[in-house]
């Protein structure tokens, strides 16, 4: 199992940026796929983005354009740059791994394994 941490989360106005980090405790050598999904209290997690060991990328419609997914070279941490944010981005964001990854699958969170403990967003208008 791979531990998780996120770090970066805070509180901005809208139109600010943050930069939110996920460090692996350990590479995974298998075909993965790390995401970054989100929730509000009470609501569903909700995907974001995600990236495969290929580099290919996916976003959810509502950040296309403002929010970039990436990793390092080792593949120890993935970042979510998050620009021009709207008070709609306010949630928990969390980190996790799909290990084996189906990539059409990639934004269902019943097939993630590995989750880190989330960091809070928060948007002002």
């Known amino acids: 199992q791979v531990q998780l941490v996120e770090s970066g989360g805070g509180s901005v106005q809208a139109g600010g940026s943050l930069r939110l980090s996920c460090t692996a405790s350990?590479?995974?050598?298998?075909?993965?796929?790390w995401s970054w999904f989100r929730q509000v209290a009470g609501k569903e997690r909700e995907a974001v983005a995600s990236?495969?060991?290929?580099?290919?990328?996916k976003y959810v419609d509502s950040v296309k354009g403002r929010f970039t997914i990436s990793t390092d070279n080792a593949k120890n941490t993935l970042w979510l740059q998050m620009n021009s944010l709207k008070p709609e981005d306010t949630s928990m964001y969390y980190c996790?791994?799909?290990?084996?990854?189906?990539?059409?699958?990639?934004?269902?969170?019943?097939?993630?394994?590995?989750w880190g403990q989330g960091t809070q967003v928060t948007v002002s208008s």
């Open positions: 996790a791994q799909y290990h084996l990854c189906s990539w059409a699958a990639s934004f269902d969170p019943l097939r993630y394994s590995d």
């Open positions: 990236i495969n060991i290929w580099g290919e990328t």
């Open positions: 350990k590479y995974s050598p298998d075909n993965y796929c």
